[in-house]
């Protein structure tokens, strides 16, 4: 995604049917406005038209979008007394990635439910503990030569 001075997305790449936090620093934040409008739609023909008030925060204005299924989202912005902020008439233009439609992750369910999850963890953390205490206990003996093994008594001579 092409990076643009004053806008920002809570995502590295834009891609369809998800929801994206915009953050705007642009020049109507920079004048002070007090109330900020995105301006956006889908396409080359700025298709689903939407206008929305953004959120003022210490951090610019902020929104969150949904974006469709489409080629690119297009954005401009404006401010209470209609004054704009279309990049020079050009607009602001980003392009959509489609979603892919087989993940490489599997999800699995991370719910109370799911136990074996836990239970494996907890196994591992006995393990680890076991081995912990066999070093503590065992090494120093070893290392001073005060280990003895037990001798099996069990000669049938």
Known sequence: MELVKNIFFNTDKLIENTIVK????????QEDSEEV?????????????????????ELGFQ??????????????FRNSNNEWDNNDSQNY?????????????????????TPRRLRKTYLWSKKIRLAVYKIITYLPKIISGNYKRKVNNDNND
Do not use: R
């Open 22 to 29: 915009i953050s705007y620093t642009g020049k109507l934040f």
């Open 37 to 57: 409008f995105i301006h956006y739609g889908f396409g080359p023909n700025w298709d689903n038209l939407n206008e929305i008030k953004m959120e003022k925060t």
């Open 63 to 76: 929104a969150e979008i949904e974006l469709i299924s489409s080629e690119c989202l297009n954005l401009c």
């Open 93 to 113: 233009t980003f392009d959509i990635e489609k979603q892919e439609e087989l993940a490489l992750v599997v999800k699995e369910d991370t719910s109370i439910a």
